[in-house]
């Protein structure tokens, strides 16, 4: 499985962006997909995930304004971002989680200024 991360960028506090991860390769293995995200200095966090049948998860902190949402006819799944604050910047990763391995993406970074 291969995930192409993009759509990340600079935006003023209380902004929106669209992310967008493509996954190719063997897509069918995939259980679940997700976003992370990793700030400066801090570690690795789970922002959101939606499994193969469209179930979606956001965590709690950025439910109501971070969506997942997926479009299988374009093996995509995207991460919308409202309302965005200085601690949403970050660099987010694409991930993929199959029976067997777990993939990465390569990482899109946003940047939101105050």
């Known amino acids: 499985v291969q995930l192409q991360a993009s759509g990340g960028g600079l935006v003023q506090a209380g902004g929106s962006l669209r992310l967008s991860c493509v996954a190719s390769g063997s897509i069918r293995r995939i259980n679940v997909m997700g976003w992370y995200r990793q700030a400066p200095g801090k570690q690795r966090e789970l922002v959101a995930t939606i499994t193969s049948g469209g179930t979606t998860n956001v965590v709690d902190s950025m439910k109501g304004r971070f969506t997942i949402s997926r479009d299988n006819a374009k093996n995509t799944v995207y991460l919308f971002m409202n309302i965005l604050k200085p601690e949403d910047t970050a660099v987010y990763y694409c991930?993929?989680?199959?029976?067997?391995?777990?993939?990465w993406g390569q990482g899109t970074e946003v940047t939101v200024s105050s």
């Open positions: 991930n993929a989680v199959t029976s067997y391995d777990r993939y």
